[in-house]
């Protein structure tokens, strides 16, 4: 049973243009969500994270925003850059006492 | 600062043989632990996680396990490799709870031939 699941396993975007990655969620109990890039052969790098508190976070050209009742986030990057070209992976928590729970991820391609 | 390393880089290593991969983490005292795999094509597959020396919890039966002999560094083993283990190892840290940030190390690349 797939708790996080991204849909969209890829998304290509022009340069400029605003990227929308969501990600869906089903376990009620999760009240932290985070959003790591990935590099090819290198280890995900956190970006931003949000707390069910909130309906939204924003650190420079990220802006993740938390939909409760429809148990979705997504995380907007604006303007895209070719640099943000990377898989992104959508991570979720219960409790401080139980590990993340990651999505599949999706794969960003920004086109210059 | 913190920093975590993880070595070898690169491991290409036969079916049937054993497999030893460490992780080190600096800056930071009694870290949470955490092995991953991550398949090609896949996410990412939580194996083991840790919070204290000696003490580890399986996600999933395989054929791997793992160790934290010191504080701040986490080992994971096979005896004997399988082609299925092929893939991407990466170990985390996180403080506080298991539901914390986690960061991630850069990753080995295990292909079992």
């Known amino acids: 049973d797939q708790q996080v699941k991204q849909n969209s396993p890829s998304l290509s975007v022009q340069e400029g243009r605003i990227s929308i990655l969501n990600c869906d969620y089903t376990?009620?109990?999760?009240?932290?969500f985070l959003w790591y890039k990935k590099y090819p052969a290198e280890g995900p790098t956190f970006l931003i994270s949000i707390s069910s508190i909130k309906d939204k976070n924003e650190d420079g050209r990220f802006t993740v925003f938390l939909n409760k009742s429809a148990k979705h986030l997504s995380l907007h990057i604006v303007p895209s850059q070719p640099g943000d070209s990377a898989v992104y992976f959508c991570a979720a928590s219960a409790s401080v006492n139980t590990p993340l729970v990651f999505g599949k991820g999706t794969r960003l391609s920004v086109i210059a | 600062s913190q920093t975590i390393h993880q070595w070898p880089a690169t491991l290409v290593q036969p079916v049937g043989s054993p497999l030893s991969l460490e992780c080190t983490v600096e800056g930071t005292s009694n870290p949470n632990l955490y092995w991953y795999r991550q398949a090609a094509g896949r996410g990412l597959q939580l194996l083991f996680y840790?919070?204290?020396?000696?003490?580890i919890s399986s996600e999933v039966p395989q054929n791997l396990s793992a160790s934290r002999p010191q504080d701040r560094q986490f080992i994971l083993s096979s005896k004997k490799l399988l082609l299925s283990d092929s893939g991407f190892y990466l170990c985390?840290?996180?403080?506080?709870?298991?539901?914390?940030?986690?960061?991630f190390g850069p990753g080995t690349r295990l292909l079992v031939l």
């Open positions: 376990n009620s109990m999760f009240d932290y």
């Open positions: 840790s919070v204290g020396i000696g003490q």
């Open positions: 985390a840290w996180s403080v506080g709870g298991y539901g914390e940030t986690q960061y």
